[in-house]
């Protein structure tokens, strides 16, 4: 997402490369509409229309989709939510991450835990029900206890969807930095893992699907956009450093932004494009398959990869079986809760 100094530029640049990029998925209609990743809360009413105008102009879009934008809890004033009243955008995602300060410090957020709780309120107050919040749990800051008052304030604002994700140090990062200076502590993995034990048990308990290894919801309110990435479907990603996937071919953007801003003279090297080997595809959709309620159908692969791939399969998942890391339901295999903590693990030794 463009910062306020190439704003105006990002905004031209993202209308002509949705021009661009529309045959990328065919006929197929669009369901879903997705802005995040940086600070999409940046964008004006007026802009922000002018991108679903132009979307809705080169792409077939369904009559509901779901509409998600990306916000901060210091991005909620008053102004702000009952300016998005005013666009097509039907379904917020809140990065909260803790509502504790000394948890937000650590991970370098300039909200504090009573922003993101006003935030929620005000997007209630103004009729915002689909609403999502990330959580993260894994911080040295953070005890078992203020994480489960993390999640005890998700369920009293009745929230149908949360997102929670186990703390995880990039190369590159401040938080990164940090650590290898001694400056801050690294994540404690035990404590990560009791934690991830109390997220599946209290969310079981308030009767959230864990429907992804990292997302829960309320029954009839799965994220859709996300859904996708996890059961195949096909996307188009547009911006810096996005991907998209027809089924055939996976394309990512260029991730400077002045490197991608350039796309009008170089179009043809704003992005690069690999063509999926069937082993790539069985891969992903083990990887992405066994992450899911849906599971990982044997059938499926059968049918799309051959008998080589089900062999294959039916072979490398014996030994999670009798470990009780996966279970086996009709023709589909499915993490445990004991497997859930292994998932990324235990689907490499699947792969082909």
């Given at each position: 997402m463009a910062s306020v100094k190439y704003k105006d530029e990002f905004i031209n640049t993202l209308l002509d490369e949705i021009k661009r990029q529309r045959n990328y998925l065919g006929d197929q209609i669009i369901n879903t509409?997705?802005?995040?990743?940086?600070?999409?809360?940046?964008?004006?009413?007026?802009?922000?229309?002018?991108?679903?105008?132009?979307?809705?102009?080169?792409?077939?879009?369904?009559?509901?989709?779901?509409?998600?934008?990306?916000?901060?809890?210091?991005?909620?004033?008053?102004?702000?939510?009952?300016?998005?009243?005013?666009?097509?955008?039907?379904?917020?995602?809140?990065?909260?991450?803790?509502f504790f300060d000394d948890d937000l410090k650590y991970l370098n957020r300039i909200h504090s835990g009573e922003d993101a709780l006003t935030a929620i309120k005000r997007l209630q107050d103004h009729g915002f029900t689909e609403l999502t919040i990330d959580l993260i749990y894994g911080m040295p800051t953070l005890t078992n206890e203020k994480w489960e008052q993390n999640l005890n304030s998700f369920i009293d604002f009745k929230l149908p969807h949360l997102s929670a994700y186990a703390l995880t140090v990039e190369d590159k990062t401040v938080l990164y930095a940090l650590i290898q200076k001694k400056k801050l502590k690294a994540p404690p993995e035990d404590a990560m893992i009791e934690q991830f034990?109390?997220?599946?048990?209290?969310?079981?308990?308030?009767?959230?699907?864990?429907?992804?290894?990292?997302?829960?919801?309320?029954?009839?309110?799965?994220?859709?956009?996300?859904?996708?990435?996890?059961?195949?479907?096909?996307?188009?990603?547009?911006?810096?450093?996005?991907?998209?996937?027809?089924g055939k071919s996976r394309r990512w953007n260029k991730a400077g932004m002045k490197a991608w801003l350039g796309l009008k003279e170089y179009y043809n090297e704003s992005f690069e494009e690999e063509i999926l080997s069937p082993d790539q595809r069985y891969n992903e959709y083990v990887m992405t398959s066994l992450r899911t309620v849906w599971g990982c159908d044997y059938d499926i692969v059968k049918e799309e990869f051959g008998n080589k791939y089900a062999?294959?399969?039916?072979?490398?998942?014996?030994?999670?079986?009798?470990?009780?890391?996966?279970?086996?339901?009709?023709?589909?295999?499915?993490?445990?809760?004991?497997?859930?903590?292994?998932?990324?693990?235990?689907?490499?030794?699947?792969?082909?």
């Open positions: 509409i997705y802005l995040g990743g940086g600070t999409p809360s940046l964008l004006s009413v007026d802009e922000l229309n002018a991108i679903f105008s132009c979307l809705n102009n080169n792409f077939h879009i369904s009559k509901n989709p779901e509409i998600t934008l990306e916000a901060n809890p210091d991005d909620i004033s008053e102004k702000w939510v009952k300016e998005m009243k005013n666009t097509p955008v039907n379904r917020i995602s809140l990065g909260v991450q803790s034990k109390i997220l599946i048990k209290l969310t079981e308990e308030w009767d959230y699907t864990h429907y992804e290894i990292s997302n829960f919801a309320q029954k009839g309110h799965y994220s859709k956009h996300n859904s996708l990435y996890w059961t195949g479907g096909h996307y188009l990603g547009l911006g810096p450093s996005a991907h998209s996937f027809n062999k294959h399969l039916l072979k490398e998942v014996k030994a999670f079986i009798q470990e009780q890391k996966i279970e086996q339901r009709g023709n589909k295999f499915f993490l445990t809760n004991k497997g859930k903590l292994f998932a990324d693990g235990i689907a490499s030794e699947l792969f082909m």
